[in-house]
Nanobody, 126 residues
Framework: QVQVMESGGGSVQAGGSLRLSCVVS?????????MGWFRQAPGKEREGVAT????????RYADSVKGRFTISLDSSASTAYLQMGSLKPEDTAMYYC??????????????????WGKGTLVTISS
């Protein structure tokens, strides 16, 4: 059973930084999988933020976060990170970590993610 658990949300002022963490468990040592961060702001649909592929570390980002957010994966610790910088009020949302098997990379698409965390709230004040 694959499980995903995120942490690290909080409240910061605009321009600040936060790092989210996500621990995944249940994959075998040779499993190729995607890790991704998605977010849902109040009154909006959930959207993709960033994904990373375990096999080669390839990444994808939403245009809205390119140059400000960095996704990384420590495979030895089965932990993905989302380093968020130059935060803006519009980044305020519930952030979800997700994961799923993949044989060929990771699109920024929540439909490829089979396992989801419960979310961690990020609030950016102006």
């Amino acid at each position: 059973q694959v499980q995903v658990m995120e942490s690290g949300g909080g409240s910061v002022q605009a321009g600040g930084s936060l790092r989210l963490s996500c621990v995944v468990s249940g994959y075998g040592p040779s499993t190729r999988y995607c890790m991704g961060w998605f977010r849902q702001a109040p009154g909006k649909e959930r959207e993709g933020v960033a994904t990373i592929y375990s096999r080669d570390g390839s990444t994808r980002y939403a245009d809205s976060v390119k140059g400000r957010f960095t996704i990384s994966l420590d495979s030895s610790a089965s932990t993905a990170y989302l380093q968020m910088g130059s935060l803006k009020p519009e980044d305020t949302a519930m952030y979800y970590c997700a994961s799923g098997w993949s044989g060929a990379g990771c699109l920024l698409d929540q439909n490829i993610m089979a396992y989801w965390g419960k979310g961690t709230l990020v609030t950016i004040s102006s």
